[in-house]
């Protein structure tokens, strides 16, 4: 996804992004696929049914109306970047659109629609001065939500920096901790009233790793084993200013509350052999633990990667480990600074112990393992998506372990494929089994869940595959200037399972009667 100093190693970077930094295929280890029994039960009176998109995904209107370029914008307008040329430029339109957006919303029965803001829409520059279009624009859309009574879920930062702010170093700069701060200054005044869930950063590993580390995605800076901590340390001292901001300075009127979005998938060991065990352990730590355990555990990094990394750094001639140290101050500061914990989760691997070259100054070399998808997993239209709905529950059952069992927000889980079809029945099997074993993780583990996001509304931007990979529970017509939204086979089934708020046996699959 980003550049590289040659071709050759942009498509290694480019690979290995899509495998989620591991290794896509071996035969190694076996761990066929079986179906799983439905539990038939509901969830929580209460329970948070969502589904998300992000601003740069499906906003369009790129640059009118005062907003500034993001990283992105920069990025997907260089040549060879992006899946047959495809940017966001236009995308599903909703900055115009944005109407038709909620009406598909309001079919799907959904409470919430989780969203992010532009960043540079609302202040051009980063900082400073604001853009008030950019403001009115999320009025209007929030209001237009309240009408069809959904509660809009608002994320702040989904991976959009102002191009402005990278100038100025953007995630390697510690000043942009103030930067984020005043941004979320700026959306608490404006849109907290109405905002009562606000997720700060979503996957901030996908910013440090594949934006700073291994340059795949923007703003294509390659610091593989040293970019990659400084911007994953910087992202979570961003996250707990905008928290301690909101905690002390708007909770008590606005009554939201903050969480983050962290993407982490569920790595089994690949074999019985106790170093393996290890591993998958170790994967788990690198990927969530990074940043779940400075927020939600200890207020430090998890003592495997402070380890791994000192020894590694200190073997490789480093005169300190290439993992920055948080102050007192700063464990203070990140410690407990979260009201929930969002995670977004997709798929699983199979992972075992393999020492790396210690010449390889790299997040993935520190880690000392070996991750691979087993064949008998069903695929997607992403080479990296296997269907695996048994890991969900895994996971939600290892962070109520680690973390103190803190309350949960599915924020992204989703199925993509390449045609768009109307009849799109594996999504429909994808949503069903891993919202499944969500309600098995509430009902039968005592996991706190309290809502799950489909990702995503409707066919995007789907980043560097362009309009290839298609993740929508509606179709998006781009080949007309109206972009009709289209209800496809998932979302009437995904509306049937909300209007129930679960399972039940006699549950129709797809006949739930959408308008759209």
């Not at 200890?298 to 990394?309: E, T, V």
């Given at each position: 996804?980003?550049?590289?100093?040659?071709?050759?190693?942009?498509?290694?970077?480019?690979?290995?992004?899509?495998?989620?930094?591991?290794?896509?295929?071996s035969d190694k280890v076996s761990a066929i696929?079986?179906?799983?029994?439905?539990?038939?039960?509901?969830?929580?009176?209460?329970?948070?049914?969502?589904?998300?998109?992000?601003?740069?995904?499906?906003?369009?209107?790129?640059?009118?109306?005062?907003?500034?370029?993001?990283?992105?914008?920069?990025?997907?307008?260089?040549?060879?970047?992006?899946?047959?040329?495809a940017t966001g430029q236009t995308a599903c339109?909703?900055?115009?659109?944005?109407?038709?957006?909620?009406?598909?919303?309001?079919?799907?029965?959904?409470?919430?629609?989780?969203?992010?803001?532009?960043?540079?829409?609302?202040?051009?520059?980063?900082?400073?001065?604001?853009?008030?279009?950019?403001?009115?624009?999320?009025?209007?859309?929030?209001?237009?939500?309240?009408?069809?009574?959904?509660?809009?879920?608002?994320?702040?930062?989904?991976?959009?920096?102002?191009?402005?702010?990278?100038?100025?170093?953007?995630?390697?700069?510690?000043?942009?901790?103030?930067?984020?701060?005043?941004?979320?200054?700026?959306?608490?005044?404006?849109?907290?009233?109405?905002?009562?869930?606000?997720?700060?950063?979503?996957?901030?590993?996908?910013?440090?790793?594949?934006?700073?580390?291994?340059?795949?995605?923007?703003?294509?800076?390659?610091?593989?084993?040293?970019?990659?901590?400084?911007?994953?340390?910087?992202?979570?001292?961003?996250?707990?200013?905008?928290?301690?901001?909101?905690?002390?300075?708007?909770?008590?009127?606005?009554?939201?509350?903050?969480?983050?979005?962290?993407?982490?998938?569920?790595?089994?060991?690949?074999?019985?052999?106790?170093?393996?065990?290890?591993?998958?352990?170790?994967?788990?730590?690198?990927?969530?633990?990074?940043?779940?355990?400075?927020?939600?555990?200890?207020?430090?990094?998890?003592?495997?990667?402070?380890?791994?990394?000192?020894?590694?750094?200190?073997?490789?001639?480093?005169?300190?480990?290439?993992?920055?140290?948080?102050?007192?101050?700063?464990?203070?500061?990140?410690?407990?600074?979260?009201?929930?914990?969002?995670?977004?989760?997709?798929?699983?691997?199979?992972?075992?112990?393999?020492?790396?070259?210690?010449?390889?100054?790299?997040?993935?070399?520190?880690?000392?393992?070996?991750?691979?998808?087993?064949?008998?997993?069903?695929?997607?239209?992403?080479?990296?998506?296997?269907?695996?709905?048994?890991?969900?529950?895994?996971?939600?059952?290892?962070?109520?372990?680690?973390?103190?069992?803190?309350?949960?927000?599915?924020?992204?889980?989703?199925?993509?494929?390449?045609?768009?079809?109307?009849?799109?029945?594996?999504?429909?099997?994808?949503?069903?089994?891993?919202?499944?074993?969500?309600?098995?993780?509430?009902?039968?583990?005592?996991?706190?869940?309290?809502?799950?996001?489909?990702?995503?509304?409707?066919d995007n931007f789907e980043w560097r595959a362009?309009?290839?990979?298609?993740?929508?529970?509606?179709?998006?017509?781009?080949?007309?200037?109206?972009?009709?939204?289209?209800?496809?086979?998932?979302?009437?089934?995904?509306?049937?399972?909300?209007?129930?708020?679960?399972?039940?046996?006699?549950?129709?699959?797809?006949?739930?009667?959408?308008?759209?």
């Amino acid at each position: 996804m980003r550049q590289s100093r040659n071709n050759r190693m942009d498509n290694r970077r480019w690979i290995s992004w899509l495998i989620l930094s591991l290794v896509v295929a071996s035969d190694k280890v076996s761990a066929i696929f079986v179906d799983e029994p439905l539990l038939y039960d509901t969830f929580p009176p209460d329970f948070i049914w969502a589904s998300a998109t992000s601003a740069h995904q499906i906003e369009g209107a790129w640059n009118v109306d005062g907003k500034g370029p993001s990283i992105w914008d920069t990025y997907t307008s260089q040549p060879g970047i992006v899946a047959e040329g495809a940017t966001g430029q236009t995308a599903c339109n909703s900055y115009y659109f944005y109407q038709k957006d909620v009406d598909a919303l309001k079919s799907l029965n959904v409470s919430h629609y989780r969203f992010s803001i532009s960043w540079p829409r609302v202040l051009p520059n980063g900082i400073g001065q604001v853009n008030q279009p950019g403001i009115d624009y999320y009025k209007n859309l929030i209001a237009a939500l309240k009408v069809a009574n959904i509660q809009p879920m608002v994320t702040l930062y989904h991976w959009d920096l102002p191009q402005a702010l990278e100038d100025m170093g953007g995630w390697l700069n510690a000043s942009v901790a103030d930067w984020f701060e005043e941004y979320a200054r700026l959306c608490f005044t404006q849109f907290g009233d109405d905002v009562k869930i606000w997720v700060t950063l979503n996957e901030p590993w996908i910013t440090a790793w594949q934006g700073y580390g291994l340059g795949v995605s923007a703003p294509a800076k390659y610091g593989p084993g040293t970019y990659t901590y400084q911007a994953g340390h910087n992202l979570i001292l961003a996250h707990a200013k905008a928290y301690r901001l909101y905690e002390s300075t708007f909770k008590a009127s606005q009554q939201g509350k903050v969480g983050i979005a962290l993407n982490v998938n569920w790595f089994f060991p690949g074999s019985d052999l106790i170093a393996d065990k290890d591993a998958a352990e170790r994967a788990l730590q690198f990927m969530g633990g990074w940043f779940a355990n400075p927020i939600f555990g200890s207020g430090d990094y998890p003592s495997i990667m402070k380890l791994k990394i000192g020894e590694k750094s200190a073997q490789q001639g480093f005169n300190q480990s290439r993992l920055p140290e948080f102050t007192a101050e700063q464990k203070l500061l990140v410690q407990g600074s979260a009201d929930f914990l969002g995670i977004n989760h997709y798929t699983s691997l199979l992972t075992v112990n393999q020492p790396s070259n210690i010449n390889d100054v790299s997040y993935e070399s520190d880690q000392d393992l070996y991750s691979y998808y087993d064949s008998s997993w069903y695929g997607s239209g992403s080479p990296w998506l296997k269907i695996t709905p048994f890991g969900l529950r895994n996971l939600l059952g290892w962070l109520r372990d680690k973390f103190n069992n803190p309350e949960m927000i599915i924020t992204e889980n989703g199925y993509s494929d390449t045609a768009g079809n109307l009849d799109d029945m594996l999504r429909i099997y994808y949503y069903k089994h891993y919202i499944n074993n969500v309600l098995k993780a509430i009902k039968t583990d005592g996991v706190k869940v309290s809502g799950y996001t489909a990702w995503s509304l409707m066919d995007n931007f789907e980043w560097r595959a362009g309009y290839n990979e298609k993740f929508g529970l509606f179709n998006v017509d781009f080949s007309s200037p109206e972009l009709p939204r289209t209800a496809k086979a998932s979302a009437r089934y995904i509306a049937q399972i909300i209007h129930d708020n679960g399972f039940r046996s006699d549950q129709p699959c797809n006949n739930y009667p959408i308008s759209k």
